[in-house]
T-cell receptor, first 115, second 112 residues
Framework: EAAVTQSPRNKVTVTGGNVTLSCRQT?????MYWYRQDTGHGLRLIHY???????QIGDVPDGYKATRTTQEDFFLLLELASPSQTSLYFC??????????????FGKGTRLTVV | GEKVEQHESTLSVREGDSAVINCTYT??????FPWYKQEAGKSLHFVID?????DRKQSQRLIVLLDKKAKRFSLHITATQPEDSAIYFC???????????FGQGTKLSIKP
């Protein structure tokens, strides 16, 4: 079973604060994703990456930066956190594209509250 | 941009009956369609998928149908059980980009 580990699991920060969410996968997967989950919106893709040093823009990127430092590690950065970024964040990884095993594995989530 | 629409936000069925959740997608290059289940307070886990080279796939009580012409796919859960109660998400993935887009989720409740 693929392992995707997120930290922290819970975070409270103030408006204007600086937050980094971390994600590590130990399956040598190429693709990593950051999603946010909000009631009524499902999961929305923030950023994703297909390898170390690569970054692709998702559907809701405003206010977020991301960096893939290694094959294993993908970070989500909120440099000026706002209350609208209060959400449940999921990191995920998958083998790759095409007809390879493309099942996506999710971490347990990080609940972020911006007060 | 590409979208995945999940038509039922909530669904309630009697235990033992079948449940059907419907999704549509916009990206004609989508070729991989997974379904995920999220139990209360937990993360998402994979339940079943279908690739664009087939139009039907079954795994035990789960059936996925794909209509590429209509850009529509659906999850059928037969002989529902209380443990099927959860939020179900459909998703679509582009063959070349690797971008995985989710629907809004369907909260399925199984009534005794």
């Amino acid at each position: 079973e693929a392992a995707v580990t997120q930290s922290p699991r819970n975070k409270v920060t103030v408006t204007g604060g600086n937050v980094t969410l971390s994600c590590r996968q130990t399956n040598s997967h190429n693709y990593m994703y950051w999603y946010r989950q909000d009631t009524g919106h499902g999961l929305r893709l923030i950023h994703y990456s297909y390898g170390a040093g690569n970054l692709q823009i998702g559907d809701v990127p405003d206010g977020y930066k991301a960096t893939r430092t290694t094959q294993e590690d993908f970070f989500l950065l909120l440099e000026l956190a706002s209350p609208s970024q209060t959400s449940l964040y999921f990191c995920a990884s998958s083998e790759g594209q095409g007809r390879a095993n493309t099942e996506v594995f999710f971490g347990k989530g990080t609940r972020l509250t911006v007060v | 941009g590409e979208k995945v629409e999940q038509h039922e936000s909530t669904l309630s069925v009697r235990e033992g009956d079948s449940a059907v959740i419907n999704c549509t997608y916009t990206d004609t290059a989508s070729s991989y369609f997974p379904w995920y289940k999220q139990e209360a307070g937990k993360s998402l886990h994979f339940v079943i998928d279908i690739r664009s080279n087939v139009d039907r796939k079954q795994s035990q009580r789960l059936i996925v149908l794909l209509d590429k012409k209509a850009k529509r796919f659906s999850l059928h859960i037969t002989a529902t059980q209380p443990e099927d109660s959860a939020i179900y998400f459909c998703a679509a993935k582009n063959y070349n980009q690797g971008k995985l887009i989710f629907g809004q989720g369907t909260k399925l409740s199984i009534k005794p």
